[in-house]
Structures are given as C-alpha cells and as structure tokens.
C-alpha cells in the first residue's frame, strides 16, 4: 500500500513541479512517513522517477490502446477527431498524462537516454496503432495515402498541438488545432468537397 501511495503522491509532485522541484521529504510527509522510509521501497529519487516514468509511458499507451479499441466501430473521421480533442484535453485533467509529456519534453539530463527509451516507446506504440486502424477504414483514405502516412501524419499535428499545449496559450492551440485538422482530413480522405 505505502508503495502504490508512494508513486501516486510522487506522481503529483513530478507532473507539477518537475524532477528537480519535486521533494522528497514532502512525498513522504503526504504520505505520512519518514522520509527514509522512502528507501525501503525506492533507492533513492532517481529510482523513484525512473520507475514512475515507466508506469507512465505504459500507462499512457494503455489509454490510447483502449480509446483505439472502444472506437472500432466508427468511421476514421469521428475516432481521429475525437481521440485528438480528447487527449489534448487529457492534459489539464490527469496527471499521469502530464508528468509523461512533461518528462518527454523537459527530461533531466541524468536521464535522457532513458526517457528518450520511453518516448521512442510510446509514439513507436501509436505509429502502430494509429497505422492498425487507419488500415481497417481504407474506404476513408485518398487512394493515394497508404494507412502508414495517414497515421505519421496525424501523429506529426498531434506533437505540433502536444507543443502549443506545453508551451503556448489555449486560444492558439484551439486555432490551431482546428486549422490543422481541417488541412489534414481533406488531405488524407477521400470524401469529396471536405
């Protein structure tokens, strides 16, 4: 129990305040033990981090394999759409989601090459996915966009939204991401006068 309690209250921490901001005596205050009592489960703060991106890199390619799987029986419009208006917001509400982007984008420099595993991971997983599903609607595809370019160009506006998103304002993002949506499905589909 203190060691789920452990990373839940230190996934908080690090999705609001970073790796460098994040306590671990204020973990373990909210927690209600010691601080040494960390190391019982964790060898130190790095360990506690690493551990908690893994947990968040598979937390988040389970989110997106459930969302993919609850939409299998709507057309590729409504589930891109939907899944891009969803996980944008899923920013603001979860923290795990945060503390994923927020590691990806800022990692510390200690442990680069392992968050950069975990991120390489993750878009690898949704290539996947989003190439899976686009290949179960080819009707809705341009003849000449095969389900892998759909899907590499998706992911490509959904990093270029994950970034006004981080680093912007939500009035740009939402022009944004209704600008480039509008571009990108009448790239891609064959629907005509779209």
Request: aromatic residues 12%; charged residues 25%; hydrophobic residues 40%.
């Amino acid at each position: 129990m203190t060691y789920d309690q452990l990373k839940q209250t230190a996934l908080v921490q690090f999705a609001q305040l970073g790796y460098e901001g994040a306590s671990l005596a204020i973990i373990a205050n909210e927690v209600g033990i010691k601080k040494q009592s960390i190391y019982t489960h964790f060898k130190s703060k790095d360990d506690l981090y690493i551990q908690i991106f893994k947990d968040a890199t598979d937390c988040e390619i389970d989110f997106i394999k459930q969302f993919v799987q609850d939409q299998q029986s709507q057309t590729l419009k409504d589930v891109l759409f939907r899944f891009l208006t969803e996980y944008l917001n899923r920013f603001e509400q979860n923290n795990n989601m945060k503390f994923f982007m927020r590691t990806s984008f800022y990692p510390p420099v200690q442990h680069e090459e392992v968050i950069k595993a975990g991120s390489n991971k993750f878009v690898d997983h949704l290539e996947h996915l989003f190439t899976s599903f686009n290949e179960q609607h080819l009707d809705e595809l341009r003849p000449d966009v095969t389900p892998e370019s759909a899907a590499l160009a998706f992911l490509t506006m959904l990093d270029g939204l994950l970034v006004e998103l981080i680093y912007g304002i939500p009035e740009r993002l939402q022009k944004r991401s209704k600008q480039s949506w509008s571009v990108f499905w009448r790239g891609i589909s064959s629907e005509s006068g779209e």
